[in-house]
């Protein structure tokens, strides 16, 4: 009785902690089910609540204490990867097939046994469960083992074609992470600086190069070249360091955190810390860390420069810096999945440093080359202060429609192509036609945001005829037509809806930049266009970074937009041809040909 008494008292107390914790007990979890259709086949699943999974190898459909009857296939619902392991979030469905002996015939019982594991979001894994159902089989409906084996019989047997399954491919952002688990530490340090290296000539670190420059400049009169590399090997370092940090903490808990920091008002704020550094580039006043914080910072006056660059490199990595790639993204899987904090972010920090050389470079040629105090030395000035207001109006492109961003590179520009004397008589030739171009180019941004068509690279090429092809019924464009998702069910939906046809997921959002270069650059190529139309294109918009898109996001292994994964037409995941990154057209042809 004392044994009965505390094991009944154990399963209140687990009821009770469930409960108070907010957890879902198991039959409100899991609802497992039964039936036939009219064809007596078994139809079985699970309806599972929200934010609750199911693994995959742990769900089954079996017969028991059947003879005579048993399972000729099992059609069973694709799986999704989930931090690792084969699992289903939405209520997975199973068809089984049945098949008798030719002994058997009329209505006849049959046990199916449902077994199933799951947990939930929230952290908790419940016990393995099963459930057994009783059915009535119309046996007349079956087909015999005789009748299979003369169908096998009365046909040849194809030969089995050998190939590599999808579960065996492994995708670049997998194979990187596995160079990280199978190399030595040294040999994975310099594989990454390699990384970073090829990373630092991606668009992604382009907006660095104004700050690093305008930086030194802006340090005036006295700067040697030994302290312009000092300053910016402290950019860089300030800039590696925060990037690992970022790295780690989305490697151990998957979360995106440059994402978070695209809040509007974080990157209003890093906007106005853009413009204000252009106004001091101008002479309007000096921008310096006020007296007293310079005197605790450092009992050296001249070495207070260094804090500003550290605070503008360290901001500059989180707010500015490189967009996910596949190097990155291999880091982040080693992380989570081994939670290798220390090798993850060894390879992570070399990897920054190896983005981190070019900018080393422009920032020593800035003060090597910087001209004597004079005219052209303000002219200096003012180039690095119009560079800064860019990269304030290419920040706010994240969140500001883009005919509004393209309308404030246009004024930038006709106001810096007047300045410099775009109509003026006097002056060195060589700047007067440089700013007459300017003043065109400008113009020509003007112009395509007035005719509804704004564009960077081809401000008229509203003008242009555009790319038809017309026949007698219609008249067909290459425009590429995207049904957006954001949630997992959304998606699903989707999947399932064009089972049979090769599939196209792209993950995107308003404020990455790459994703926009890609959708210029290679989406826009005819040769990627005709490619596309052999599938169904789906883009996963993870603007919001709310709960929805994270759980979208992770169920996919994606750290970070830009991605793209393809489906081939049995719904498998094509690994080894998944993008990370932007990729030319060329490349992406490369892997979207299967």
């Known amino acids: 009785m004392k044994i009965l008494s505390k094991l009944i008292a154990f399963v209140l107390l687990s009821i009770f902690s469930l409960h108070a914790a907010g957890f879902l007990m198991p039959d409100e979890a899991f609802k497992p089910y039964a039936k036939l259709n009219d064809k007596s086949q078994i139809i079985a699943g699970v309806k599972i609540a929200d934010e609750i999974y199911l693994y995959k190898e742990k769900l089954k459909v079996t017969l028991v204490e059947t003879p005579g009857i048993s399972i000729e296939k099992v059609d069973a619902p694709k799986a999704v990867d989930h931090m690792g392991d084969a699992v289903y979030l939405k209520s997975p469905e199973f068809i089984v097939t049945l098949k008798k002996d030719a002994s058997i015939s009329g209505v006849k019982d049959v046990k199916v046994k449902v077994e199933y594991q799951g947990c939930s979001e929230q952290g908790l894994c419940y016990e393995p469960s099963e459930k057994i159902f009783t059915l009535a089989v119309d046996t007349s ?44 530490f040294f040999v994975v340090l310099a594989t990454f600086f390699v990384f970073g290296l090829l990373l630092s000539l991606t668009p992604c670190v382009f ?23 000092v300053l910016s090997l402290v950019y860089v370092l300030a800039m590696a360091v925060a990037y690992t940090i970022a790295g780690i903490l989305a490697g151990l808990f998957g979360a995106n955190l440059q994402a978070a920091l695209q809040n509007p008002w974080v990157v209003y704020s890093f906007a106005a810390i853009f413009v204000a550094l252009a106004a001091s ?273 992770k169920a996919y292994g994606v750290f970070g937009p830009p991605a793209i994964i393809f489906f081939d037409k049995d719904g498998n995941i094509m690994k080894s041809k998944t993008i990370i990154g932007f990729v030319e057209p060329d490349e992406f042809l490369k892997h979207s040909d299967f």
């Open 141 to 184: 409906k079956l087909d015999t083992n005789l009748a299979k084996l003369n169908a096998l019989v009365s046909k040849p047997v194809a030969k089995k074609i050998s190939q590599t399954t999808p579960e065996a491919e492994k995708s670049q952002t997998d194979m990187i992470a596995d160079t990280i688990k199978s190399s030595s």
């Open 207 to 229: 907006p660095m190069i104004p700050i690093i420059s305008g930086l030194i400049i802006s340090q005036g009169e006295g700067l040697t070249t030994k302290k312009a590399f």
């Open 281 to 553: 580039m101008f002479g309007y006043y000096e921008l310096k860390l006020p007296d007293a914080i310079v005197s605790r910072v450092s009992q050296n006056p001249k070495r207070s420069g260094f804090m500003g660059v550290a605070i503008m490199g360290f901001l500059s990595a989180l707010i500015v810096g490189p967009c996910v790639a596949a190097p990155l993204a291999g880091a982040l899987v080693y992380i989570g999945q081994t939670g290798d904090a220390l090798l993850g972010g060894a390879a992570l920090f070399t990897m920054s440093l190896g983005m981190g050389v070019p900018l080393i470079l422009v920032g020593v040629s800035a003060g090597k080359f910087m001209p004597k105090p004079g005219a052209w030395m303000t002219l200096v000035n003012e180039v690095f202060g119009v560079l800064m207001l860019g990269v304030a109006v290419w920040m706010l492109e994240k969140i500001l429609p883009y005919s509004v961003t393209i309308l404030m590179y246009a004024m930038l520009g006709l106001g810096f192509s007047l300045h410099l004397g775009a109509f003026s008589s006097v002056g060195h030739s060589f700047k007067r036609a440089l700013s007459t171009i300017l003043f065109i180019y400008s113009t020509a941004l003007f112009i395509s945001v007035l005719a509804g068509a704004p564009s960077m690279t081809e401000p008229l090429g509203f003008l242009k005829a555009k790319n038809v092809v017309v026949n007698s019924q219609a008249t067909q464009t290459n425009e590429l037509h995207f049904t957006k998702v954001t949630s997992l069910d959304e998606l699903n939906a989707l999947l399932e809806k064009n089972r049979g046809k090769k599939i196209l997921l792209d993950f995107s959002a308003a404020w990455c930049t790459a994703c926009k270069e890609l959708e210029e650059v290679t989406f826009s190529d005819p040769r990627v266009q005709k490619r596309m139309q052999e599938f169904v294109l789906i883009r996963a918009d993870v603007t919001d970074n709310g709960p929805k898109e994270k759980a979208l996001s």
